[in-house]
């Protein structure tokens, strides 16, 4: 007997968009993992927060703060940590902020883990969120709708973005200046949202132009492109 990894997501930031089953899930296992800045705290924990009894095993995986993915040796030491819970029979639940297996860290620990029995709970997106905070469709009808990362290089994004549709550029970040000169290059710029923090009570929705000027850098952002079914 070994015991079952919960992936489980917990939504953009609004506690209110968990979902039951991820509060039903967490009311009843031992030990509860999520990722963490290094010495700060955990947005995921800070999400569910309400719905970890105490008393529970905490693991904070520490992620170090910088540019890329974290480094393979962080997975691994948290994949052991999980194990050995696991191993133990006891059930473990790792938070993701959003759904887990839309670009979440959840993936990573759930290849190290195979071996064990899973389930996974589907968690409202960010990018939910931000259509929502946005009050504008996503994509209409027939119209593609891309999901782009904003760290890749400008020709990939150019690329992508020259086919047409609806787009959703994620992980901004620094990215911005770059970003918004592409789509301004592109003739996209014009109704472009940018929405940050989406579902939190920092949400912001701004016109492209303006998060602009105002210098924004934060990570949690995302820029919508269309969504108008041309
Ligand atoms: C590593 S991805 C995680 C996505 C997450 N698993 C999900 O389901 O939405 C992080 C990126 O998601 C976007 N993001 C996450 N939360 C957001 C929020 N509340 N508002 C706007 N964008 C958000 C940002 O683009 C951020 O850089």
Request: glycine fraction near 10%; include cysteine; aromatic fraction near 4%.
């Amino acid at each position: 007997m070994t015991g079952r990894l919960y992936g489980i997501g917990v939504g953009p930031g609004d506690p209110e968009l968990m979902t039951l089953k991820a509060v039903r899930v967490l009311a009843a296992v031992p030990v509860v993992a999520y990722p963490a800045a290094n010495d700060g705290p955990s947005l995921a924990r800070s999400i569910a927060a309400a719905h970890i009894p105490a008393g529970r095993t905490e693991i904070a995986i520490r992620v170090p703060m910088r540019a890329g993915e974290p480094p393979e040796s962080v997975y691994d030491a948290a994949a052991d940590a999980i194990a050995a819970h696991l191993e133990a029979d006891r059930d473990v639940a790792v938070l993701c902020e959003g759904d887990p297996l839309f670009y979440g860290s959840f993936a990573y620990l759930h290849d190290r883990l195979s071996a064990f029995p899973a389930t996974i709970v589907p968690g409202v997106t960010s990018l939910s969120a931000c259509a929502a905070a946005a009050a504008r469709a996503l994509a209409r009808r027939e119209e593609m709708l891309a999901v782009l990362p904003a760290t890749l290089p400008d020709a990939a994004l150019e690329a992508r973005l020259a086919e047409g549709g609806a787009a959703a550029i994620m992980k901004v970040g620094r990215h911005l200046p770059r970003i918004a000169a592409l789509l301004v290059r592109m003739g996209l710029a014009g109704d472009a949202l940018y929405v940050a923090q989406a579902s939190r009570p920092e949400e912001a929705v701004l016109p492209l132009a303006a998060a602009l000027e105002e210098g924004r850098s934060g990570y949690f952002a995302t820029i919508l492109v269309g969504g108008g079914g041309a």
